[in-house]
């Protein structure tokens, strides 16, 4: 069982910067996929980014590449998400998702077993 807690969501301005935190409870989850999803009210939940944290490559979607940054800190048990340059359609509760090996990084949701219980970041124009 893998406990994940999302934290960082906040209500910022347009084109500020924010970043996300989801620390897992297990002591290592060194070969885990992990990902960031996002669901803005009225709308269905949307990969943002994933990767495998064996390898050190991300996958991103079209709407946040070159403005959101994935990264993680094994030490910490942390996956982090930078977002820069924020933008109102940005708005939407985040989720923090992780799947044990053997896994490939994808944005589907279903692939995906264990989640937090998000966090929220609001965006004002």
């Known amino acids: 069982q893998v406990e994940l807690v999302e934290s960082g969501g906040d209500s910022v301005q347009a084109g500020g910067s924010l970043r996300l935190s989801c620390t897992a409870s297990?002591?290592?989850?060194?070969?885990?996929?992990m990902g960031w999803f996002r669901q803005a009210p009225g709308k269905e939940r949307e990969g943002v980014a994933t990767?495998?944290?064996?390898?050190?490559?991300?996958y991103y979607d079209d709407s946040v590449k070159g403005r959101f940054t994935l990264d993680h800190d094994h030490g910490k048990n942390t996956l982090y998400l930078q977002k820069n340059n924020i933008l109102p359609e940005d708005t939407a509760m985040y989720y923090c998702?992780?799947?044990?090996?053997?896994?490939?990084?994808?944005?589907?949701?279903?692939?995906?077993?264990?989640w937090g219980q998000g966090t929220q970041v609001t965006v004002s124009s």
């Open positions: 998702a992780a799947e044990p090996p053997p896994c490939r990084p994808t944005m589907t949701e279903t692939k995906y077993t264990f």
């Open positions: 297990r002591h290592s989850y060194n070969g885990y996929c």
């Open positions: 990767r495998y944290t064996g390898e050190s490559t991300s």
